[in-house]
C-alpha cells in the first residue's frame, strides 16, 4: 500500500524541503501483505549485543528542528482551538505555537501556562494587532466565529502575517473579497482550513478517480448532519445568523457540498435546494435545520447533497460507470472509511492510513510548507469564496423556489 | 458516550495532579446522539464581536507546563522507536523527550536535531551509564531486541532511572526476575509497553464485561498474526533466536495471550500448544511461525489462540453467557473496532473514541503519573514476567506434545 | 425478534383462515438469544426410542391443501417469470400453477412439462381470452414488458379473473385509471407487485418507525441503480420507449420513490428532478440513464432520491430526530439488510428473518389471502397509479428544468 | 460471478440427465457489474405488441417433470423436518413428498393433508417396515434424535430404500458402520445431511482454495454455537446422552469440524480437546456444553476449534500464506457471507449466490441425482462416521487430558 500522504512527503522532500529528514513517521498501518515476499538466502548478520543500525530509510518523517519551525498564532480559545487546533500545533512537523488570542485573560494565560507559551505572547482583541511586531508569529490561525473571520483576517494581513482561516471562510462573498485583497495586498498566503483535503480517505479516494477506478463520475451523493447541542458552549454562536451566517449547511453541509467538488473536480452550473425546519424549535429560530440541494455539472454529472442539525450522518459517495467509491463516515474527526464497489472487487474496505491526527497536522503543515516553498495551498482563498457563494446560492434556491445558474466562481449569474 | 480514557484523567485529576487543567483534549468522538436534548427557551446571548468565552469544562486535558514534565530518553533508534515512541513522547501530556540512546552517531545526531534534543544527551551503548549523571534524565525507555532488554533495563535502574520496556519483557524468566530485582533495589518505576491496556477500544470492551454486558465470560479466541518482512530492516533481528527469544509468539502472539487474560484477569492452569513451521523457509529455522495454544482456567473458562508470522489476523473475542465483545482488529496501531452482540443488541459497532495516538501516549503518561503519584503501574514487570513464563510453557508443550500445568505466576508446575 | 411476517401469519390464522395449519414454516432465523432462559428443574422425559411428539405449536405455517389452492395464470414467460414467479408460486402457501401465456409455443410446452402444467393450459396472446372458460385459473399474473400491462390486464379482467400486474402498473396514467376501471367493473382484485413490501427488512423498518425507533422522520435518502445490459434479453425491451415507457426511473428508480412514500406514508406535494444521459450510448436514446429527485412533502420531509442503469446502488435511508434506519441493500432480490444508528444503540444490524424467497412468496400469498378473505391488497391499483403519475412528474420537471407541484394522487397540480 | 452451484448444475446436463431442462433457475444475484457492457450499434428489434421470445438459455433450471421426480418419505416430524426438509423437498428439482412417517398419527394426518399425502402414504414407526411395498417412495430421510438414526436408516435399507441421514450420522463409531454395511448389502445409497458442502458461500470458498486464492493453507479457525434453549420442545432431547450422543459438538460444533476437513481436504493425524460446562446447569448433566479442539494435520496445517451451547457464533476461518477466507456467518440457514482478506484485495465482501434455500435443496437433489445417476454422493456414510470417530476422539481426550492419535479414517490409534 502506498498512502497518498507517504506520496506528499515524498515529493516535500524532493523539493529539497526536508532533505536530511527524508522518511515518513507514518508507521506500518492496517493492512500488509500476506504473500511471502522473496526472502534471503542467508540469516541477517547481526551480533547478540547492541548495535548501531543504519537508520530505517523507507518510512520516517521527521519533524523540522524547533528553530526552523514556524510560529503559529490562535486566535480565539473554544472548544475546537483546544481540543484539535492547539494539540494539531504541537504534534506538527513544521509549527510551534508562538501565540494566543482570547478576550478572556484568565484562559489564556492557563492554556499558555500548560503548552509553554511566554505570557508576552497573550494578546486579546484590542491588542491583536500588536503581533505585527512579534517575530516569533507567522502565521495567524483564525478559529473564531463565522461572522469574525474577515476583520481578523484582514487584522492579521495588515500585521504582515499568512492566515489560516477556518471554515466557512465568511458569512458573505463580499467578505470573502476583501480577504483575498487583504492577502494579496500583504503579499502573504491565505489558507482555509478544509481539513477533508488532508484526510488521508479521501485523499485516496480521489487518487482513485484520477487513476480511473471508477471510470466515468456520473453522480456524487453527499450527506453530511450532526446534532447540534445548545447545552454544550460551543454550538451556542451556531444559532445566530450574524455569528453563523447560517445553520447546518455553512457548518457541516459544506463538507458535503466542498467534497463533491473535490471529486469531480469542477464547479455546478445550476442548483436546487429546500430547507425545512422542524416547528417549535428555538434552534432554527434564525438558522436553517434540514438542507436538500440538487446539483448539475458542465460535465454531465448530477449530484444530490443533504445537510442537518438535528440528524446524524457523514457520507460521500462518488459514482462511475465502473464502480463506487463510498467515503462513510467521510469527514469525522475519527474513523473514516473508504469503500469500493465494482464488477472486479466486489464490495471492499480500501486499506488506508489512519486520519484521526493526519488531517488536522496535514493541513496545518501543508499551510508552513506553502509558506517556506511559496506555492499556494490546495485550500486558498479562492475555494473558500466558492463554497460561501454556493452556500449562498443554495439559500436563495430555496427561499425563491427554483433552480439558480451559477458561474464558474460559485457566485449566480444574472 | 463516557470513554474510559476520560474516566481515568477524571481519576487524575480528582487525585489533584493536574488539578489546575481538568479536563481531556480528548475531542468529540465517533458518535453523538441523534436526540433532541434539553433546548433553552431563549437564544444564546452573545454580541456580534469577538469575546472571551468561559473555559470549556467538559472535555480538556492539557499537558503538563513544560518545566513539569518528565525527561524520557529512548534507548534504540530502531523504526519502532522512530515512528512511534518518539513522536508519542513529543505528543504526550506529561513527558518531553529528554535523551537517545543508539550506537549510530550520525543516526542519533539527526533524531536529537530534528527533535531539539541537545547533543550533550546523546549516548552511545558504552556511555549508556553516564545518564547516572544526567538530571534531565527521568525514565528510559528500552526498545531494543527483546535478548537485551534485561542488560540496559538493570544498566538504567543502576542509573537511578524508572523504566518502560518493550514487549516481550525479556527472553527468559531468569531475565524478568533479575530485572524485577533491580527496579525493587533501586527503588525505581518499572513497566512493560501493553499499549493495548490503554487502547480505548480494549478498556471498553473490559469495563463492559465488568458492567455484566458479556455475563459470565466462558470462552476467549485470540488470533494476533502478521507477516514477517525479512526485507525490511526492523524485522531482520526477529529471526535470530538470541535476540528475539521466540518467533510470532514472543512477538504478536503475546497480544492474543495478554489480551485474553486481561479480560479474563485471570492466569491460566494449564495449556497445551502446537508449533508448525513451512518447510524451506529461512525465517523459521531459529523461531516459530505458526502457534495454536488451548488454555485451562480455574474458573472454567478456556481459550483458544493463534500467532503466526506467515498470515494475518488481529482478532481477541470475548464470549460469554449473555454476549460476546469482539475486538477485531484488537490491537491494530490504528482502525480498531469494537463489536457486542446479544439477545437485545443484535450486532452492534460499539463508539470508541479512536486509538491510533491514545494507546502510545496513553501507556506513557500511565508511567509518568506512576512516578509523580507514586503509584504500581497497572502493567507492571510482574505482568511481564508472567507473560515470558506462559510463552516458555507453550514452547514447552509444543515440544513435549503434552499439557503443561502453570502456577499462578505463569511458570510451569513440576 | 418477532418477525413482521409471522404478525401478519398470526394476523391470519386469528382470521380463522387457515386455522386448521396455524403456525408458520418460517425457520429459526439468525439470531437467537446468547442468554441463558429459564431451565427447567429436571430433565425432559423422553423415552429412547422413537415416538410421536405434539405438533410444534409456535413456528409452523403450512400450505393450503392442494384442492383448496388458487389457481394461477403467468402472462409472458421472460427470465423474470422463469427465474422468480413461477418457482415462487409453487413455493407459496396459496397457490398452484394453473395456465401459462406465451407466443412462444415450444418454450411453453417445455416449462409445462417441467412444471406439471397439462398442455390444454397454455395459452398464446390470440388465445388468451379463452381463459375466461378455464375454472383451473383464479389469479392472472402480468408478466410482460410495461407498455403491454394494461392491455392484458383489462382483458384478464374481462375474462373475470384476478389480477397481479408487475411494477411499473403502466406507461401512463390513463392507462392505470384503465386498469382500476376494468378491475371494478368486473369486481375482481387489482394488485401491484411491490415486492418490497412484503420484504422482511422493509417490513421491519416501517414497523421500527411506526414505534418510534427514529423519532420524527424528516428526511429519506433513496438510491436504487442497476446496470442495464443489452447482451441479456431480459433487459433488450427496456431501452425501448413505447415497450418501457421510460428509462431507470421506470424499472429500478420506482424503488426508491415507492419505497420513501411507504416509509413516510404521505404522498409528496412538490418534486424537481433532474436526468443526465452518456453522450454516445445507445441505451439512452429513447429512455433516460441517471435521474436525480428532490421532493417536498406537507409534514416537512425531505427526500433526495436517484436512479441509473449505469452505476449500481440500492439503500434507503430514513433519518429521524432520534435515528436511523438503512436498508443496504434495500431491494435486491437477496442479502437486504437493516442497521439502526442512534444514540442508544450506535449502529446496529437488526436481525431480520431473511428475504429471498419471502417477498416473491410474500406477495402472491398476500394476493391469494385478498380473495379468499375478500379484503383489498396493500398494494392496489391506486398505488400504481400514484408511482406512474409521479414518474411522468419526474419527467416533466426535469425537462422544465422547474419544480412540479402536485396532487395527492400523485398526478401534476394544473 | 460464475456460481459454484450452477457449475454443478452445468456438469449435471452435461451429464445428460436434464438435457431437455438445461439452465438454472438461479435469479440474478447479488453483484452485477458497473462495467458498461459490449453494447451493439442498433437497438433491438421488439415489435410493441405481444410476442414470444426465445428460451432464456443461459440461467434456467427447471425441475423435473413430476412423474420423473423420486418419491421421498420422511421420517420424523418435528421441527426441523416441518420447518425445513419438508418444504425444500416440495421446493426441489428432483423430488416430490411421497410419504411421512411419525408416532403422533394426528399430526402425521395435517401435515399430510396440507402437503397432498394420501393418507395411505403415512406410516408410523412399527408399520415403518411397510414401505418396502410402497413404490412411490424412493428414498427415506431420516429427521430423528440422533439415537435412533441407526436403526431406522437400517430399516430403511432392509425396505430397499436409498436414505439421507441427518448429521450427526450415529452416537457411535459400531452404529456407522452397521449403517454403512446395510447400505453396502443392500446397494442402495446413503448419504449423510451436510448441508454445508451445498451451500454456495462454502462451496465458493472451497473454489478459491482450489484456485490459490489463499495459498497454502496453514490454520482453520471454526467456532460454531447456539444456545440450546429447553423451552423448545426440538431441543429437548438434545440434552439426553441416549438420544443426542453427545451434546453441543455433537449438534453444532460438528458443523466446525466437518468444515475444517472440508476445506483443509485432509484427515487429522492428532487431536487434543478441553470440555467446561457451567456447573448447576441442568442442561449438561448428560451432555457438554463448551469444547475447544485443537487439530494437528500431516500437511502442517492446524486448526483451533471450538463448540457450544450456551454461547453464540457461526465462524470458520481459513487462513493461508497468501490470503484469507472468513466465512461469518458460515452455516447459518440465512444469511451466510464470505470474506476476502489479502495483500492486492484489502478486505473484501465476496459476492455470492443467496444461501438460504439452496443448502437445503441442493442437498436433496444431490442424492437425487446420485440415485438417478448411480454415483455416491459428496458427502457419504464414510464421512459421517469419520466425523463420529473425531467426536468420540474429542471426548476421549478431554477425558484423559491429553493429545490422541488418529488413523485416516478418524478413529483414535491404538
Known amino acids: ?190 489558507m482555509i482550513a478544509y481539513r477533508a483535503h488532508f484526510e488521508p480517505h479521501n485523499q485516496r479516494a480521489l487518487r482513485m478517480k484520477k487513476e480511473g477506478a471508477f471510470g466515468d463520475i456520473r453522480l456524487v451523493i453527499g450527506d453530511t448532519m450532526r446534532p447540534l447541542d445548545l447545552s454544550r458552549p460551543r454550538d451556542e454562536w451556531r444559532v445566530l445568523r450574524d455569528l453563523a451566517g447560517g445553520g447546518s449547511m455553512m457548518d457541516i453541509g459544506i463538507y458535503a457540498l466542498n467534497g463533491t467538488l473535490y471529486f469531480l473536480e469542477e464547479s455546478p452550473v445550476a442548483l436546487v435546494a429546500s430547507i425545512s425546519n422542524p416547528p417549535d424549535d428555538i434552534r432554527f429560530r434564525q438558522v436553517e435545520d434540514l438542507v436538500t440541494v440538487q446539483l448539475r455539472f458542465g460535465s454531465g454529472a448530477l449530484a444530490n447533497l443533504s445537510s442537518s442539525y438535528t440528524m446524524n450522518e457523514n457520507r460521500i459517495q462518488i459514482l462511475g460507470s465502473e464502480g463506487t467509491g463510498l467515503l462513510n463516515p467521510a469527514t469525522s474527526y475519527v474513523g473514516n472509511t473508504l469503500y469500493e464497489t465494482g464488477s472486479d472487487v466486489g464490495t471492499r474496505k480500501v486499506p488506508v492510513q489512519d486520519s484521526s491526527l493526519r488531517q488536522f497536522t496535514g493541513e496545518i503543515d501543508h499551510l508552513s510548507r506553502a509558506i517556506i516553498e511559496n506555492f499556494t495551498p490546495d485550500t486558498p482563498g479562492e475555494m473558500g469564496l466558492r463554497d460561501v457563494a454556493l452556500i449562498r446560492a443554495i439559500y436563495a434556491s430555496a427561499e425563491r423556489g427554483s433552480w439558480v445558474e451559477l458561474n464558474p466562481d460559485g457566485t449566480m449569474r444574472g
Open 1 to 190: 500500500m502506498t498512502d497518498p500522504s507517504e506520496k506528499s512527503f515524498l515529493d516535500l522532500s524532493r523539493r529539497g524541503f526536508l532533505a536530511a529528514a527524508a522518511g515518513s513517521v507514518a508507521g506500518a498501518g492496517l493492512a500488509s501483505s500476506g504473500a511471502q515476499a522473496q526472502q534471503p538466502e542467508n540469516l541477517p548478520n547481526i551480533p547478540d549485543d547492541a548495535v548501531g543500525r543504519p537508520f530505517p530509510e523507507a518510512d520516517l518523517q521527521m519533524p523540522l528542528p524547533p528553530d526552523q519551525r514556524l510560529g503559529w498564532c490562535v486566535v480565539g480559545l473554544g472548544a475546537f482551538a483546544l481540543n484539535h487546533v492547539i494539540p494539531a500545533i504541537t504534534r506538527s512537523q513544521t509549527c510551534r505555537l508562538a501565540g494566543l488570542v482570547s478576550g478572556n485573560a484568565e484562559k489564556a494565560r492557563r492554556v499558555a501556562t500548560h503548552y509553554g507559551v511566554p505570557d508576552a505572547r497573550i494578546y486579546d482583541y484590542e491588542s491583536f494587532d500588536d503581533i505585527a511586531n512579534d517575530d516569533s508569529i507567522d502565521v495567524v490561525y483564525i478559529v473564531l466565529p463565522n461572522g469574525l473571520h474577515a476583520e481578523y483576517t484582514i487584522r492579521a494581513f495588515e500585521a504582515g502575517k499568512h492566515v489560516m482561516c477556518e471554515k466557512p471562510m465568511a458569512n458573505t462573498v463580499e467578505e470573502c473579497r476583501a480577504m483575498i485583497q487583504a492577502s494579496q495586498e500583504a503579499d502573504r498566503k491565505l
